[in-house]
């Protein structure tokens, strides 16, 4: 064969190949978020049940778990009484925050009034939250540092350690 | 009662946090992440086909397939009205598009744009068009026995090619090629008129004839 041939193709063929073996190793559906090391999006949201909005820069000097959710979301559900646990073992270090996606206020409030709540849980009006922090679908937690900088978001239900692991997280970075 | 108890709780601890710096509703504020609005502010109809035209270039996070004005589902309505807002308030389109990037990233543009490793989005393919012709002319060059780009016969190994009234060595071919000539041109003898000369071959031919 053509050595030049040859070291041609080669050269065309090893980074396709690298290319697709990367990406083949990857989750589709996965979009990593540029929002991670950055600055949380502030905002300040009435909670369910009510009383007074809840806003972001009031829990500076706290880590925080800012879970997405709704009720028709069946992992939603099954993470549920993992950050309820998790919330309060955690209580003292980090503060848990529930913002409901796509739902009614009606539909969520009891919802939580049938499992229970150990955080609270607020109406994303016009989900101009859900926007700002990027979420693609429920669940989806994202860890927020003592100052207030994303630390990871994560997809899917947390299992306790999970949590446990990016909550650690949360609460050793620095700024 | 135990509802009741649970309604109690839940507002008991939003009103714990809440209580400490009490604030009203605010959602997060698109001049934190891109400034402040450095477009004209749209109102009326205006306002409702760039607004439209915008959200045409964001993707849907949830459906992914369809831009943010094609997409029925809940979230791309609410960035359609997001989209609509910042229209209205004087955003414009690349201080929007960049907002929503920020959060979701150049995934949301449907349309790459132009920076960075994206060149090659735009360029690989012409530059692949202009590759592979490139190639295919070097190829068909160098492959002996081909028609060569000047629409000349094709070469054999190098020695030189026959004339056209040039006839083979052979007696036998050589009666018949004049014969074919004669019927096809109508030259008498098979002899071009303008080459009364070309009785003989040109050139020894190779082997022995049979």
Known sequence: MNRRVLIAGTALVVPLVAILLVGLGRDPHVVRSPLIGRAAPSFSLRPLGGGPPISLESLKGRAVALNF???????????????????????????????????QEDTALDY?????????????????????????????????????RIVEKFVGPLTPSELSANLGKALEATP | MRRLALVGLIAG??????????????????????????GRALSGSALDAESDRVAGLLRCPVCQGLSVADSPTGMAVKMRQQVHEMVGAGYDEEQILSYFERSYGEFVRLEPPLRGVNWLVWAGPVGGLLLGAFA???????????????????????????????????????????????????????????????????????GSAS
């Open chain 1, 69 to 103: 959710w709704a009720t028709w979301c069946v992992p939603c559900v099954q993470e549920h009484e993992v950050l309820a646990g998790a919330a309060r073992t955690w209580g003292a270090k980090a503060q848990f925050l529930g913002v409901v996606y796509e739902d």
């Open chain 1, 112 to 148: 939580l009034r049938r499992k229970g709540s150990a955080y609270p849980s607020l109406f994303d009006e016009g989900g101009k939250a859900a926007i700002a922090y990027g979420v693609f679908g429920v669940p989806e937690t994202f860890f927020i540092s003592p100052e207030g």
């Open chain 2, 13 to 38: 601890l939003a009103a714990g946090l809440g209580a400490q710096e009490p604030t009203e509703v605010t959602a997060p504020d698109p001049r934190s992440a891109v400034g402040a609005p450095s």
């Open chain 2, 136 to 206: 295919i002319r070097r190829a068909l060059r160098s492959r002996p026995g081909t028609v060569g780009s000047a629409g000349e016969p094709p070469s054999d190994a190098g020695e030189p090619l026959p004339g056209p009234d040039s006839l083979p060595a052979d007696e036998s071919l050589a009666a018949y090629v004049l014969s074919v000539r004669e019927r096809a041109y109508g030259w008498p003898g098979g002899i071009s008129p303008s080459r009364p000369d070309t009785l003989a071959p040109p050139r020894k031919a190779e």
